[in-house]
Every structure is written in structure tokens, then in C-alpha cells.
DNA sequence: CGCCGATATATCAGCCCGATATAACAGTTT
DNA sequence: AAACTGTTATATCGGGCTGATATATCGGCG
């Protein structure tokens, strides 16, 4: 069961790596940065950080608020603080419950990251946006993969189109040929970002593996 | 609730709109002419018929075997037959279950195509796939909600970064370059249907209209 | 002081995906 | 004819995601 990688725990744990935050400012930091690729919401983000806690992945620390945050205003904000602590992890003033990631956590993430069995388009976007945690090896396989399944599944939709034992309607030709280009352009954009790790794994006997491509391409 | 359009629920009626099939069928179709576009799961499709069966929006018809089917081995196919029939609609002689529109099926197909409230890009796609059952005023609606969605997605993405508070991962800029250009190769493909579609909307007194774009543009 | 918008967490129904189970049938081999 | 392999065909399940909704705190502003 789950044989996948769960893209959104992916991307909680590769944002900890960095630093402690809480959901709240966990979305933002995904809105921000990566909001062009992909999108969570509350309903997910939670959850998925309840698993990782359960997971012992992440662990709620300490409070950290942002300026200090000087109430003072005598025994009124501690009959908060201790109603709200009922019984659980450390939070902040407002209730924050700030996480941190734990060692088993950075073994889930690289676990993750370098997990072949993802495949979908956002899956690897985020994985890609990751890459950097990766050795070039995977990366590589990574690459190659993706472009793989894009070209299979170009082909794929060629093939079925030319045999068409049926009348298209007007406008998906119109679309089908919008994401035909769509898929030239990722290949495309991948084979350039493959041919760059290449030559940035030139080792002593380059020679041998250059001729190795020179007779796959005849 | 369920504001949004299903888009599964509106391919079925719009392939069911052309002929009657069975599940099985629909899948293979979905995938040989709008593979490229979207994908369907076992798990969805069969929920969604029965959804749409509910709703009355489908109904199951009677079997239409591709060829005539001779098996005429005396009493057994009659026996599994009236094993199979118990109870259920009429289906044929693999227990296939076929389905065909209702006039409702036909009318919530126009409603939901027409529905403006969806939003994401795979939605958009697939109701785009249809427009030859949309008016050309609702048609343009769509595309101009689309640029504007994807113009506005773009801008808040550039301003998020240039006040960027935060250091991106190396990759991220890489990705996040891609799906810029993807969302200009986008826009400009939406751009040029709107053009196409105005164009082909010229009515008699389109003097008025062209001025109004015109002072629009200024 | 009250109001409002931003911050912050959580839950729910409904839906989708991937996997799995089951079985009839077709064609080929043995 | 039995045994196999692959395709056709329907259905269900756990787990995860979306969009909506609920609740409450806090900062600033008039």
C-alpha cells in the first residue's frame, strides 16, 4: 500500500529541511515559492502533517515567535497558555504549533525524493524543484524516465489518432494539438536539462561513454 | 456543495451524446481520443455512472453487441443469462452493462459546460474539448476567464518572488523557468483563439464592438 | 472600544487514484 | 478437449486531495 511518493509530504519535509514553521506558514511558503507548481490545501496540509508527525518524521518544538511578542498583561495570557496547552506539544502564544524535522524525517525525504515510482507531471516537478538533495545518478535516471514516458505517450496518442475508428470532435483537435506542442516543449526542455548533467559528469573515460550514445542515436 | 463541475461526469455525457457504450468502452475512448488530455481511473468512472445513473442523467439500454455474438450452444447461454440478469437492467451477453443519455443527461451536459465556476487547467482543457456545444458568447466568456486566471496567477508568482524573503532551492528556479514559459505558450495560444473566435462572431453592426475593444486597449 | 482582515488550526463530504478481485470470453497451444 | 494466456468487463476498497466551513486569536485603525 501507498507504493507511491506522496508528493505534499515531500515538499513539508524539503521546506523543514530548512527551517522550523508552522502550517500556516508552511502554505504560505509553498504559495510563494512554488506556487506556479503545484497547490495544497487545508485540508491536505494538515492532515499530511499529522502523518508525518505520526511517522515520527516531524516533531512539534518550541514556540518561535517571530518578535517576541510582549502581552504582559498579568495572569491573563497564562489562563490562555494553559487552556490551550491542554495536554498537548509545545505551542506559541497563538497557538502555533511549530514543527521541526527529525533525523527519521531526512531519511524519508531522501527516501522519497530518490523513489523511482512516481510519474505523474506535479510529482516530478516537485521532485525536480528538489533536485539538488540528489545525487546526479538519479538525477539522470530521473530525466531519462520522464522523457521516456513522454515520448511513449505521444506515441501512444499518435497511434490511436491515425487508426481513428471515430469523428473527433471540432475542438479537441484544437486542444490535442495545444498539449501535442506542450509535450515538445517538456521533451524538448528536458533533453536540454539531460545533456547538461551529462557534461557535468564528465569523468577520466568520458570517450567510452560518448561512443556508447554515438551508437545508440545510429 | 459539489459548486464546482465534475469533469469526469461531463465527458461521460458528452461521449454517451455521440452513442451508447458501456464502461468499459468509455474508458478505451477516453483514453484513445483525449489520452493526452486527462485520464480515467476504474475507480472513478464506474462511481461516476452510477452517479449519473442516479441522477437519471443515464440510463442502461439495451445490449448492442459489436457482432451479432453466435454462440447458440443450445440452453447454456439462456442459462447464464437469467444468472446474470437478476434483479438488474437489461445487459448484454458478456454482462455488459450498456448506457445511454436522457434528456436530463442533455441538459445537465449543457449546464455543466456552461457552469463558469471551474477553474483548473484540466477542467478548462476538457470543457474547451466541447466548445462546439457552447454558444460562441459563453465560448469567449471561458477564454477570457482563463487568460485572466493565468495572467493574474503569473503576476502574484513574480511579485511573491521579487520581494522574496527566502532563498530558493537552485532547482526551483529551473522549474519555476519552465512553467513561466509554459504559462506564456499558454496564454498566447488562448489569445489567439479569442482573436479567431471574435473574428468569426462578426455580426452586422460590428463597428460598435471593435471600437469598444479598441477603447478598451487604450 | 468594536470592527475587520490576517493569522492559525481543524474537520467534513465528496471525489479521485491505484490496487485488487472476479469472471466471461477468444485464440492458441498442448 | 483441456489448459494456457490475454483481452474484455464490472466492481470495490483504502488512503489522499479539494473546497467549504467552523472556530478563535491577534494587530491595527478609526
Redesign the pocket.
Known amino acids: 500500500?501507498?507504493?507511491?511518493t506522496?508528493?505534499?509530504?515531500l515538499v513539508v519535509l524539503g521546506l523543514l529541511k530548512e527551517q522550523d514553521m508552522?502550517?500556516?506558514?508552511?502554505?504560505?511558503r509553498m504559495t510563494e515559492s512554488l506556487g506556479l507548481i503545484?497547490?495544497?490545501?487545508?485540508?491536505?496540509?494538515?492532515?499530511?502533517?499529522?502523518?508525518l508527525e505520526a511517522k515520527g518524521a516531524v516533531k512539534a518544538v518550541e514556540a518561535r515567535p517571530?518578535?517576541p511578542?510582549i502581552?504582559m498583561t498579568g495572569s491573563l495570557?497564562g489562563e490562555?497558555a494553559v487552556?490551550?496547552l491542554s495536554g498537548?506539544g509545545p505551542?506559541?502564544?497563538?497557538?502555533?504549533?511549530?514543527y521541526g524535522i527529525t533525523d527519521i524525517g531526512s531519511a524519508l525525504f531522501t527516501a522519497m525524493l530518490n523513489n523511482d515510482?512516481e510519474?505523474?507531471e506535479k510529482g516530478f516537478a516537485i521532485r525536480l524543484a528538489f533536485a539538488n538533495h540528489m545525487d546526479s545518478e538519479k538525477r539522470l535516471k530521473m530525466l531519462r524516465d520522464r522523457r521516456d514516458l513522454i515520448l511513449e505517450r505521444v506515441k501512444s496518442s499518435r497511434r490511436n489518432l491515425e487508426k481513428k475508428r471515430f469523428t473527433l470532435e471540432p475542438y479537441v483537435e484544437l486542444v490535442l494539438e495545444h498539449f501535442r506542442l506542450n509535450n515538445s516543449s517538456d521533451l524538448a526542455w528536458i533533453e536540454e536539462l539531460i545533456a547538461k548533467e551529462e557534461s557535468s559528469m564528465q569523468t577520466p573515460e568520458t570517450d567510452l561513454m560518448v561512443s556508447q550514445e554515438v551508437q545508440d542515436n545510429l
Request: charged letters at 25%; hydrophobic letters at 35%.
Open positions: 500500500m501507498a507504493t507511491g506522496n508528493s505534499l509530504e508552522h502550517g500556516y506558514e508552511l502554505k504560505k503545484m497547490h495544497a490545501s487545508w485540508g491536505s496540509l494538515y492532515p499530511a502533517l499529522a502523518r517571530a518578535i511578542n502581552p495570557g490562555r487552556f490551550r498537548e505551542r506559541g502564544s497563538r497557538n502555533k504549533k511549530v515510482s510519474i505523474d
